[in-house]
């Protein structure tokens, strides 16, 4: 499924949509528009306790990639999903490194 020629505000609604495989596909899309998923950090946050673990999957890594493009000070939404990333109890292996690794980004960036 190729979500490539969507807008970031129309990739933030599919991120919510009720089959599984357009959130994954829509969470991807946002991971490859780099900086710009900035704007959808608040939807990405949400799908951190999606009940598909693929989507979670990709939501992490997704965030580490916004973390990446982001400097502080943080606005609320960053702050906001760093809080739900350091209070994920996530027990998927996957989802715990790329947890890991987004947090790992940001560590970089306050020293």
Same mark, same amino acid.
């Given at each position: 499924?190729?979500?490539?020629?969507?807008? $970031? #505000?129309?990739?933030?609604?599919? =991120?919510?949509?009720?089959?599984?495989?357009?959130?994954?596909?829509? $969470?991807?899309?946002?991971?490859?528009? #780099?900086?710009?998923?900035?704007?959808?950090?608040?939807?990405? =946050?949400?799908?951190?306790? #999606?009940?598909?673990?693929?989507?979670?999957?990709?939501?992490?890594?997704?965030?580490?990639? $916004?973390?990446?493009? =982001?400097?502080?000070?943080?606005?609320?939404?960053?702050?906001?999903?760093?809080?739900?990333?350091?209070?994920?109890?996530?027990?998927?292996?996957?989802?715990?490194?790329?947890?890991?690794?987004?947090?790992?980004?940001?560590?970089?960036?306050?020293?």
């Amino acid at each position: 499924m190729d979500l490539s020629p969507l807008s $970031v #505000d129309q990739l933030r609604i599919k =991120t919510s949509d009720a089959d599984p495989s357009i959130r994954w596909a829509a $969470v991807f899309e946002l991971g490859r528009r #780099d900086g710009q998923a900035t704007a959808a950090i608040s939807e990405l =946050t949400v799908r951190l306790s #999606d009940d598909h673990v693929e989507v979670r999957r990709v939501a992490t890594q997704t965030i580490g990639i $916004v973390f990446m493009h =982001t400097e502080p000070p943080y606005d609320q939404d960053i702050q906001a999903a760093i809080d739900a990333l350091n209070a994920n109890e996530d027990t998927d292996e996957t989802v715990k490194a790329g947890i890991r690794i987004a947090l790992a980004a940001l560590a970089g960036k306050e020293k």
